[in-house]
């Protein structure tokens, strides 16, 4: 009796070690769902720029998008402009490309890369310009279908056609003159000089008004102020510009110096 029941007991005690051997079953990982990721917008190649022709003004109804009489951006209020007849501006062009192709536009439109357009932050949309280098005295006529550049100092932002031919994609910036085409697309056009571009600071009726704002600018150092007497109206008008000034990097400078000097209205002119 006594060895049977060491058998019995060597047996329970077999099956008991083997289930403390046995390995816990350990849990199966879930099976991984594949997240889909939206596919890149394919940017189309590159077609001859030479041949892509300037944008045709002709007469277009104002954009149900885009022409708020005024918006806001980054804190700073722009009123739209009732109409683009008689625009003429000049200061800093800048461009923008595939980053933002096939996104919309303010009007609503696809934004082109390769299109002859442009971005304005007051022009009503759509309106036509024509565009001078003021480095080179290349010129292009663009549509204007989009809001913008919000960056200090910028005029208007181009399509990458457009920068590409008034030649200043490589450096991204260039000085430039502003004039809005009616359907004809006339416009006169005027003779760049690299030795011509100043920073006009304040105009005058009075000669003396002038020459106290010269000397304050002077004395701030500046740059080189210099007072030039024009007839306007048969009447004698004294503008106070700074400059000549080579570069947008030296317009930019020249802009922001007045700022902390009190002027805030300076802008790109040509002689």
């Known amino acids: 009796m006594r060895h049977a029941e060491r058998v019995l007991a060597l047996c329970a005690l077999v099956v008991l070690s083997a289930c403390r051997t046995q390995p816990y079953p350990q849990p199966q990982p879930e099976p991984e769902i594949p997240v889909p990721t939206p596919a890149p917008i ?5 077609p001859d720029i030479g041949k892509i022709p300037d944008a045709t003004p002709k007469t277009e109804p ?10 806001s951006v980054y804190g700073k209020r722009y009123h739209v402009l009732s109409t683009s007849s008689g625009y003429h501006e000049r200061g800093v062009a ?8 096939g996104g919309a536009t303010s009007n609503g439109e696809k934004y082109d890369m390769y299109a002859m357009t442009a971005a304005h932050k007051t ?3 759509p309106a036509y310009v024509q565009v001078t280098n003021l480095r080179n005295g290349r010129s292009v006529v663009v549509r204007v279908n989009d809001r913008g550049p919000f960056v200090a100092n910028r005029l208007i932002d181009l399509s990458y056609s457009a920068a590409s031919k008034l030649e200043m994609v490589r450096e991204g910036t260039t000085l430039v003159e502003v004039r809005s085409l009616d359907a004809t697309g006339s416009a006169p056009a005027v003779p760049p000089s690299a030795d011509e ?8 009726g009075e000669e003396a008004n002038a020459n106290r704002l010269a000397e304050r600018l002077r004395a701030a150092g500046i740059g080189i102020v210099v007072v030039r007497r024009d007839t306007v109206n048969a009447k004698p008008l004294y503008r106070v510009r700074v400059g000549p000034v080579p570069s947008v ?6 802009l922001e110096a007045l700022r902390g000097a009190g002027i805030s209205d300076a802008r790109l002119a040509v002689d």
Request: proline share 15%.
């Open 42 to 46: 394919p940017t189309p190649a590159p």
């Open 123 to 125: 022009l009503p949309l």
């Open 62 to 71: 104002r954009s149900k998008r885009g022409n708020p009489p005024f918006y």
């Open 249 to 254: 990097a030296e317009f930019d400078r020249v």
């Open 94 to 101: 800048s461009w923008y490309g595939k980053d933002f192709h």
């Open 197 to 204: 571009l100043y920073v006009q600071a304040g105009a005058f």
